[in-house]
């Protein structure tokens, strides 16, 4: 079992749709929680970053944590054709050194 | 959010030559850098772990006589793929993280093509 599992999608939606995006962790003891978008051939772009449970919103991009059943959730508000990409849920141990352990990515597609 | 420089965006060689890839903090300290992989339609792997001024961690099954990393300052780390093959053909993309900024900001990722 991978420690971060995500769908691979592809997520189709139409523009203006709401974009829900997940991965759930298996090691409770992960601390921090991000998401990344990926254009093709480009690095990742930190989009969230957050370390409690709860909501945290940044424009139209809302972060959820449930640490409590290890699932963390991207939420796209009014998504245009610019978010089609792929999405990368990441967390962190600060004892393992800071490196990331990242989910798969999910592709997705926002059709004008 | 910060900004990481990774150059150059592509490269193409041929088998044998070394390849040098540089990535450095435009506006930070990064005490950390780490170095990851990627082939198409898959995640990032990581590939090793620099901190300034010692000498890089590497992740299982990376060689490091044939990944070579360097991080001789505090704002630029460099990864040297030496005797390249074609199997080293891949997309290279550099992080870099600040003393007190718990944030991870990634390069733009470099192309390798070993012909």
């Known amino acids: 079992q991978k420690e971060v599992e995500q769908d691979p999608g592809p997520l189709s939606v139409p523009e203006g749709a709401i974009v829900s995006l997940n991965c759930t962790y298996s090691n409770s003891a992960f601390q921090y929680f991000m998401w990344y978008r990926q254009y093709s051939r480009k690095g990742p772009e930190l989009l969230m970053y957050t370390y409690s449970s709860g909501n945290k919103e940044d424009g139209r991009f809302t972060a959820q944590v449930d640490k409590s059943s290890k699932y963390i959730s991207l939420f796209i508000r009014d998504s245009q054709p610019s978010d089609s990409a792929t999405y990368l849920c990441?967390?962190?141990?600060?004892?393992?050194?800071?490196?990331?352990?990242f989910g798969g990515g999910t592709r997705v597609l926002v059709k004008p | 959010g910060a900004v990481v420089s990774q150059h150059p965006s592509w490269v193409i060689c041929k088998s044998g030559t070394s390849v040098k890839i540089e990535c450095r903090s435009l506006?930070?300290?990064?005490?950390?850098m780490f170095w990851y992989r990627q082939f198409p339609k898959q995640s990032l792997m990581l590939m090793a772990t620099?901190?300034?001024?010692?000498?890089?961690?590497?992740e299982q099954g990376v060689e490091k006589d044939k990944f070579l990393i360097n991080h001789a300052s505090l704002t630029l780390s460099t990864l040297t793929v030496t005797s390249a093959h074609p199997e080293d053909s891949s997309f290279y993309i550099c992080s870099a993280m600040g003393l007190l900024n718990e944030k991870l900001f990634f390069g733009s990722g470099t192309q390798l093509s070993v012909l």
């Open positions: 620099s901190n300034e001024g010692s000498k890089a961690t590497y």
């Open positions: 506006d930070f300290q990064a005490t950390t």
């Open positions: 990441a967390t962190r141990l600060k004892a393992a050194g800071n490196k990331l352990t």
